[in-house]
């Protein structure tokens, strides 16, 4: 078996060292050093199928599909142990997150928000890049360098290396990790490695004129400590001396905007009314961990049409417009003054929409459940408005652990010299002039921002009833906050509607005011003390207003009242004369409501006799997960065969004499594949010798048609076909052809099973022999 030169090893060595100064980059993405496992994975793994190939003599498209199917085969536990079976063996899920996350997850990593967790296979970005790069530069060191040792080829294996490196910068963030340190250490080595095989070249070449050998390894180190030094002289010099103007580097994750849009889904202000009419009854979810006082938040709204109020769109440069792909690690706001922790479980029952009730600002997000879990990559979440998004969907039967901190709302009276925030919130459209009266109007004399807000609060809340618009209540109440809505609220005789309407109003009225408020919407349980779990019902609903404050954070308005006896317009009623009695049918008064939508529900079998048959999902699943591990096998081998299979058809469909030469190169180039080492340039009869010697075995002898044939003799018999001058019929071709196959097979039997189940992967081609 070849055995790996020690010029080659060393240039192994240096190559992974550089690779693993480059991917370092990569800290600034994942936020801590375990994504170095997947790295060193990587360099393992794409440097043993390098080293395997070579050994084993396989040629390049052969250790491509080595090392191709050791990326999978042992990607698992480097790089998604999770979803492996016992940590180390590889699933359908483990698998399949190999090949996406090689494939799309450079895309991805740029839209996720740091440190990045999920989705689970971007783990395989640093795994699949240091693969690659070791892969291909270790095929070239092991292959091509030794053919002729330059700097200029050497030089050419830096490519790889440098191309992680500036992969890690493009890919992180404006806060480089450890820039000087590592940007130093990978120059020094680089040089060195140039400097140290410029000797060689230099000493090789003094070696062929007679110099001294122990002049020229004098020379290399002396050369390679120069370069050391100036390497790092320069780099710590620079780093001292020159502070450049601007800090900002050029990041992809500053230039790509993120996928998702909130918009893209429908309002949650605009469904208030489902929650306090179909669903008043109903339990959404259970919650354990609340205290008292504390509400759930559902959605943060900040841009308003002049129809409804929506999430802005995430071209906007607002805060509010920021979702990103995250892990179970949030973000943390970027204003707020955050105090007491919460660690909530919250279990999913009638509730049904996309957004994740949460508590406060989010610090870590578990999903517990499985059929959630599966779906990890979909969550989204906004730091700076405390929601977050499970772009799928969240349905019956979701459970998920929440730990996050809640906001510090000083008293007025400490916020009365503290200034509002300067942020850029959505746009306000179409907004009532009556909407913008009333603010002047409620907001009075006050002159600090706090009072302002407030006397709007006050205002409201005191001057306006609250009606749901149900049946039962003393006054109908419109849906909606759309711009005729909220003229509606401010025109009619009594300010009549619910949290949807009041939320609206009061951020409209601060924005013309000049304030950045937003409206949430979520829910407000009553919890007490010994409440160890509260069922969340649909009446809970709730939405109030958030306005920042510097350095304070977002703090809350209420502005919805609490009277709900909206007082009658009493009009006399004419005298009427006595009548005689008689019996009324009963009275068939209905209440109005035009708020809602009469929703049919086909309670229909769903099932369809004419439906084709489906084949059921586990049968999917356990396919591929055999399917994959045997494509890994058994391609490669295919691969192989069919080359081989066209080798033995040109080499048996050549004119006489030289297929009786075919069938002898054919039986050497399959011993080759069996790892023997048959002579380049050697007579049959030498051939044939060398090859009885490595096996062991002298007078090696198969059996053909009952006769037996000697691999000595067969040498012989070839070389008078091919050298007396003779024709040589076609009965002697495929004769020559049995025998050869014959010897070819016992010659496999003698190397032993394992041999042989090698060569299926190896492709080995002699020029003719004459």
Known sequence: MRRIPQQSIVDLAVLSVLCLVAVAGFETSFGDLNFLLAAVGGILVGTAAAIAGSLLRLPVLPTVLLGLAAYFVFGTPFAMPMQGLVVVLPSISSLAGLAIGAVFGWADIVTIGTPVEAPYYVAAVP???????????????????????????????????????????????????????????????????????????????????????????????????????????????????????????????DEIVPPFDA??????????????????????????????????????????????????????????????????????????????????TVEVSAYDDVWLPTVGY?????????????????????????????????????????????????????????????????????????????????????????????????????????????????????????????????????MIGDEEQYASAMALMARHLGYPARVVMGFAPEVSEADESVEVLGSDVTAWVEVPFEDVGWISFRPTPDQVDVPQEQTPKPKSEPQPQVRQPPRADRAEDDLLTTVEIDDTDDEDP???????????????SLAVPLAIVFLPMLVVALRKRSRRSRRRGAPNPRSAAGAWDELLDRSAELGLEPPERASRLQAATALERQLGEQGLTAEVDGRRVNLLELAATVDRDVFDGRDVSDATATQRWTEADAVAAAIGAAAGRARRFVARYRFRRRRPHS
């Not at 001292?240 to 103007?245: E, F, R, Y």
């Open 263 to 344: 918009r893209e889904f429908a309002s949650p202000l605009a469904g208030f009314r489902q929650y306090t009419k179909d669903l008043a009854e109903e339990p959404l979810f259970t919650v354990t961990g609340l205290e008292p006082g504390d509400v759930l938040r559902l959605a943060t709204m900040d841009a308003y049409t002049g129809r409804l109020w929506n999430v802005a769109g995430p071209e906007s440069a607002v805060a509010d417009g920021g979702y990103a792909i995250v892990g179970e690690s949030l973000p943390d706001p970027a204003l707020a003054d955050l105090g007491s922790g919460r660690d909530v």
């Open 610 to 624: 004419d439906r084709p048959f489906q084949i059921p999902m586990w049968v999917w699943v356990t396919a591929g």
């Open 127 to 253: 795994y699949a890049a240091t693969w690659l790069v070791t892969l291909v530069g270790g095929m070239l060191v092991l292959r091509w360098l030794p053919r002729r040792r330059t700097v200029l080829r050497v030089a050419v294996l830096l490519i790889g290396p440098i191309v992680l490196y500036l992969s890690g910068i493009l890919l992180g963030t404006d806060e480089p990790y450890l820039a000087a340190i590592r940007g130093v250490a990978f120059a020094a080595i680089a040089l060195v490695w140039l400097a140290w095989r410029r000797g060689s070249v230099l000493e090789a070449e003094r070696d062929a004129e007679g110099d001294g050998r122990g002049r020229g390894i004098g020379r290399r180190l002396a050369g390679s400590a120069t370069v050391v030094g100036g390497a790092v002289a320069v780099g710590v010099i620079a780093g001292l001396a020159w502070t450049p103007v601007s800090t900002d580097r050029f990041v992809l994750r």
């Open 362 to 494: 989010g610090e870590r997000l578990v999903l517990l459940d499985r059929g959630t879990a599966d779906r990890a990559g979909d969550v989204r979440y906004n730091p700076e408005a405390g929601t977050a998004v499970l772009t799928s969907g969240v349905a019956e039967g979701a459970r998920y652990e929440l730990r996050s901190r809640i906001q510090r709302e000083p008293d007025t009276s400490q916020l009365v010299d503290v200034p509002v925030a300067r942020i850029d919130e959505g746009p306000v459209q179409n907004v009532p002039d009556v909407v913008s009266a009333k603010a002047e109007e409620f907001a009075g004399d006050a002159t600090s921002a706090i009072e302002q807000l407030r006397n709007l609060e006050t205002g409201l809340k005191t001057n306006g009833f609250l009606s749901h618009g149900l049946a039962s209540d003393a006054i109908a109440s419109r849906a909606g906050h759309g711009a005729d809505r909220m003229a509606e609220l401010f025109t009619r005789s009594e």
